[in-house]
């Protein structure tokens, strides 16, 4: 298993855990107090725990050996899986909270032992924070000193994005449900506590969009992050048979990389030293990255510097 992802397995499990016992706790304390709002966190956080067994199934499907149907193996499966959970998270946690806000606003009702909601509430908010705090401990290893929000839009791992937009709307959501909570105890006025389920729900909706942006990108298709690209480009044309890079090509396949090369070479005594230069090449751009499981090189004249 690689660094890359062991980290996102354990964050899912940090995550994995605290929601399943915010669920509880939620669901409890919504049949305790008949609150709107408590309900949709419930629903909420169990989306959320369907979501990391999704994600933990595609990192395992992932690494399926490669057959003849696949022949560069399963690992954008986990792309696959990273749209189930943002789908999911849109649907069941952000729809679902909405119906349920306007709903309640059509039928409210009042509050019934509003301090076990605000007490659960409280809970889940630390125990959220820990499955946060584990998510940006594992983002930390791995962003390079970029701030999480240029992380968020350049990562590949879909898994650990997935994890952390879903910590953060759960954040946000508890936030909300506890102020909603809170005003319909001073007011007298269940209105707030419908309204508090509405917000909710527009805010995961939010963060499924942000996410589903991201793994749509991830899917169609794209390059190793930016600065891994220009890594590589400054690690080819460093190497001695090298000339200069005319194009190079990277593909992120989950957690392997595909690289392609088009580059003018030094010149070289004969075709077998000159095939035996490429192949020194390559196995130094596989040294370096050993993600990099598919490198094509192409050895060519660039006609724009004749």
């Known amino acids: 298993m690689s660094a890359n992802s062991e980290g996102s397995t354990k964050a899912i499990f940090y995550a994995l855990g605290a929601n399943g016992g915010i669920a509880l706790a939620k669901f409890g304390a919504a049949i305790f107090t008949a609150s709107g709002a408590m309900l949709a966190e419930a629903i909420h956080s169990t989306a959320d725990c369907i979501n990391q067994v999704f994600l933990l199934v595609g990192l395992k499907e992932a690494k399926r050996a490669p057959d ?3 022949p560069m193996g399963y ?10 959970v943002a789908l999911l998270l849109f649907f069941l946690g952000g729809a679902f909270s909405v119906l349920e806000g306007v709903e309640r606003l059509k039928h409210p009702e009042p509050l019934k032992n509003p301090m076990v909601a605000l007490v659960v509430l409280g809970i889940s908010v630390a125990l959220e924070a820990f499955s946060l705090y584990g998510a940006m401990l594992e983002i930390r290893k791995i962003a390079g000193g970029k701030s999480f929000f240029r992380w968020f839009r350049e990562t590949r791992q879909s898994e650990l994005m997935v994890v952390a937009g879903e910590d953060i709307a759960a954040l946000a959501g ?25 917000v909710v729900g527009i805010l995961l909706m939010a963060v499924a969009f942000f996410v589903i942006r991201e793994v749509k990108a991830m899917i ?13 480009r400054k690690h080819i044309e460093s190497h001695p048979h090298v000339d200069h890079v005319i194009n190079l090509i990277t593909l992120q396949w989950g957690e392997q990389l595909m690289i392609a090369v088009q580059a003018k070479m030094q010149r070289q005594g004969s075709d077998q030293a000159l095939i035996a230069a490429i192949n020194e090449v390559e196995e130094s751009i596989q040294a370096e990255w050993p993600q990099a499981k598919w490198c094509f090189f192409e050895p060519d004249v660039d006609n724009t510097t004749d």
């Open 174 to 198: 508890l936030a909300v449900a506890f102020v909603a909570v809170v005003l319909s105890v001073v007011t007298g006025n269940p209105v707030w506590d419908a309204i508090g389920s509405i």
């Open 68 to 70: 003849a149907s696949h």
């Open 75 to 84: 690992g954008r499966v986990v792309y696959f899986w990273a749209m189930m």
């Open 220 to 232: 169609t298709g794209e390059s190793a992050a930016p600065e891994v690209n220009e890594a590589i």
